[in-house]
Structures are given as C-alpha cells and as structure tokens.
C-alpha cells in the first residue's frame, strides 16, 4: 500500500508488539501461573490468536459483544470479566457457551439469580466467577461480603462457580501508587486468602484471577494466585511508561498528526483532537503527573497541552520552537493511554518489514 498514510492515525510497529507478546508470556510462563490477557487495547482476534500462540490460555473482554466478534475468529476461550444482567445479554452469552469455553463474571445476588434462571431454561450450566471489591470501588462485591454471596452463588442450579477474580491496578490503601511490587504482592495476597476461606466452605475455587499490565509479574509470584489478565502490555503507553512498566521505545504504537497551523513560535496545532486521542487519563494529576495528552516523539519539550474535538494544541518548547517544524509536517504522538485511543479508531496500520498494512478494529466501538 502506498506509504502516504492518513493522519491522523494509529500506527504501530509490529516488531515491538511481538516482543512486547513474547516478554509478558516468559515472564508470567516462569511463575507457573496461566496469562489470560484482556483484549480491551487491541480489539483485533489476530492478535488475540498471536497471544494465543505465545502461551496465553485464552483472552478477556469486557462486553459480550467483544467476545462474539473474538469467538467467530476462532478465540476459543473467553472471560467476560463484567457483570451481565441483561436479559439479550445472558441469552448471548449462553449461546456462545454453546460454541466456546466461556466464563462470566457476577458481583450480586441479583445478577447470580438472572444467571441461573436463564441458565437453566436453557438446560445449560454456565461457568461464572465472583467478582471481588478489592479496593477500587468499581464492580465487585466488597470484601468481608464475599463469602456469603460466594455460598449463594454456589447453591444455585445452572451456574458453576469455579473461581474469584479482581481489578485493582496499582493501588494500594484505596489511592494510586508507583510502587507496583507492593501493589501487585498486596492484591494477590488478597485474593488467594479469600479463595482458601471460600474453599474451606465448601466452594470448589479453582481460579484466582488477578493482575493489570502495571502488576501481573509481581501477582504471579503469589502462592495461590492462579491467572492474570494484563491488557495494555501488547502495545504499551506513555502511562505504562510512566509507572516504570517499561521504556518509551516500547511503546509500539503512537498516533501519526499532521501540523494544520502555527499561528505562534510557540503554538502548533496539529489534525488529532479528543476524536483521536484519549483523554481518560487526565495531564497533571497524581500519582503520574503527565504533561499533556501524550509523549511528542519528534519533539520532546512539545506538551499536547489542549484537545478540541478535530484540534490538538501543542504547546513548543525552547528546542521545539528553534525546530523547522512547519504546516504540513508529520509527528508521532504517544498517548497517555492506548487502549482508549485505539477504540476511537476503525483501523490501524501495522509496520511490516518496512511498509504499513491497515487492519480493521474488528472490536471497535462494541459497547453492548
């Protein structure tokens, strides 16, 4: 294809993205515990089967929707790692339990119920896991609670508990933290103390799922733990980068903008506004404290300092303002977090040998 590509864009090099797969599946492959990434950065099944091959038992998403657009692409096993309580989507869900391992995850009593009965009616068992609270107040069943709900969910016909599963990324006493070692060690202490308690009540838990990009390797080590479920490692981010998890030329994939303006020596606006960059990781607040929007490979000091929605407002620094940097110029921008940024997208174009090929975001925009 002709290498005159769009701005703006995703690209991303795909030498470090296979040896970003190759390093998180060593790594997790020597503590003995199964990697089950989450899909949410990439959305494409290729690239699932990629991780696949390199030693992942399966994948997880977070819509049923996500897992039907990886299982018709021959994703064998899947982990919904969200609540269902929807009527259409249980019933989508128990069909693709018919065609595929899949396991979904469940937080409540009521959810539990809406599970079982769908379940049953449909004269199947569905395997779920029970979503624990272990600190970020999102989804998940607070902590001291778990037991009891743990023990209704196991009474109930047409489900199959088989284990417990958290999202906590690097926390620790409930805020953000760098310290990714103890963030990681805390979070799957938590969880394989809980799965004994559950166990020793009777509750076949076989599964301990835990882990984010920021603290999977230091999860693993934990006696008990038994899965993680980074994501953001396949491409990498400025974030990432940030908490230390690994260094700017690891990041595989950066958003190509075109300069559309320089109105000042000190202002460059470029064609990636909030429709092309992500802003769910906001500049300026801790425990990362990033400058702008995202990293300027070509110009260091340059700070994506605002976002309209077809704008970006780059704000130069000394050596950015000395640069020749004119309309029509072409930077490489690497955002603060990949995995939104690449849902905003319906293709990215992947460096191959020398040439970029575009493929299509098959689990873009998949939000039911």
Known sequence: MSQFLPTPSVVIDTAVMES?????AETIRKTGV??????????????????IEAGAVGITVAKVSEAEVMAAHGVPDIFIAYPLVTPDKI??????ASRIRLIVGVDSREGALRLAEAATSAGRTLEVRLEIDTGLRRTGVLYEEALELGRFIGSLSGLQLTGIYTFRGALMNGKATLDLQAAGEEEGRLMAELAQRLRDAGLAIDDVSVGSTPTAAYAATVPGVTEVRPGTYVFQDRMQARLGVCALTDCAGAVRVTV???????????????KTFATDVQPNTDPLQLRGFGHVIELPDAVLERLSEEHGMLRLGPEAQASTLAVGDVLHIIPNHICSTVNLHNQVYFLRNGKYEAETVLGRGKLE
């Open 20 to 24: 970003n797969i190759a390093s998180m």
């Open 34 to 51: 199964r990697l089950r990434p989450h899909a949410k950065t990439h959305k494409m099944p290729w690239i699932a089967l990629r991780q």
């Open 260 to 274: 559309v303006s320089r109105p000042t020596a000190d202002l460059v606006v470029v064609d990636g506004g909030s």
């Open 91 to 96: 019933a989508r869900a128990l069909e693709l």
